[in-house]
């Protein structure tokens, strides 16, 4: 009983949470459909800015069922909202704010709705400081769904006092508005002042799907691995095959010290396919090493240094 107790304070801070712009009021999802195809409109509003160039259209009609016909949707009346082409699908603008959209019908690593991980364990009454939003695949919300099914009890929040917990992120389901918190640390989901505890494998698979897109779990005990970066240095010279010394991403001055920063930044140079990512910093060198690879798999790794201002140094391809 303890640790339900410990659990709950958090609960009432889950709308504040991701920040969440509201749906349609219709039975259908909040969508937009954009180039013949419909997108869903995620809850959360994605942290980054999206660059003009990236626009392909604005917003020209209104619908209060699924749109019909490119730049039309059935969360906004308002016209000439600018959308653009991203990562898993596309961004809109709405009351001032980017939101990411993911196709409705089944494709490569989208359709199945949103999966956000915050850089930090979030407590109550506060916002996430940063957080990365992705799109899940059909497959992977059927898994997430699953655990979510299975469960056997939901205790109301009513019935428990509340003191602060974390929360590690949050699930929005294609066609779904609520949103499903989870915790790491106590293998918990939280939805509709309704939470339950689930199977250490079951939270595992959140955790994969965390690891599948460059983000860290359990933040709060994660610590990098050691390397030296002057024996990388001696062993991969620029010009040599696979080595990569220059037309980097990163070159501005951004300081990283959390696991959460490191594999953010590391993550605008990962140019390959990967489920694996590895963690390493040199201490005397001040260097940290992010590692993409696929499991099991020889070759087809990627490896990124950069230095404790977040400035990428060198990076080296495995065959």
Not at 113 to 133: K, L, M, N, Q
Not at 214 to 230: I, N
Not at 239 to 267: C, H, Y
Request: proline share 4%; hydrophobic share 35%.
């Amino acid at each position: 009983m303890k640790r339900y107790i410990a659990l709950l304070l958090a609960i009432a801070c889950v709308l504040a949470l991701a920040g969440c712009g509201p749906h349609t009021e219709t039975d259908y999802p909040a969508a937009i459909m954009a180039e013949g195809t419909i997108y869903l409109k995620s809850a959360a509003a994605m942290p980054a800015e999206i660059d003009e160039s990236a626009i392909i259209g604005y917003t020209n009609s209104y619908t209060d069922t699924y749109p019909e016909k490119d730049g039309e949707t059935n969360f906004s009346r308002e016209l000439n909202l600018p959308y653009a082409r991203v990562e898993g699908g596309i961004a809109v603008l709405y009351e001032n704010e980017w939101y990411l959209c993911t196709p409705k019908d089944e494709d490569a690593g989208a359709g199945g709705g949103t999966i956000s991980f915050y850089a930090e364990p979030t407590r109550e009454g506060t916002d996430p400081v940063d957080y990365h939003c992705s799109s899940i695949s059909k497959k992977q919300a059927e898994e997430l769904r699953k655990i979510i099914d299975d469960v056997d009890t939901w205790v109301n929040d009513a019935l428990v006092d509340r003191l602060a917990y974390s929360f590690d992120g949050h699930i929005e389901f294609a066609g779904d508005k609520k949103l499903y918190y989870f915790s790491y640390e106590y293998n918990v989901i939280y939805f509709s002042q309704q939470f339950a505890e689930i199977p250490a494998e079951d939270m595992q698979v959140i955790k994969d799907i965390a690891t599948s897109k460059g983000m860290p779990v359990d933040l709060h005990l994660e610590q990098p691995g050691s390397f030296s970066y002057a024996e990388v240095t001696a062993t991969f010279k620029s010009g040599d095959s696979g080595v990569k010394s220059e037309g980097f991403v990163n070159t501005e001055f951004a300081p990283i010290s959390r696991i959460w920063d490191v594999m953010t930044q590391a993550l605008n140079e990962c140019t390959i396919e990967y489920d694996t990512v590895n963690v390493n910093y040199d201490e005397a060198a001040k260097v940290w090493e992010v590692t993409y690879s696929t499991a099991n798999t020889l070759g087809n790794c990627q490896s990124v240094y950069m230095d404790e201002n977040g400035v990428t140094l060198l990076i080296v391809y495995g065959e």
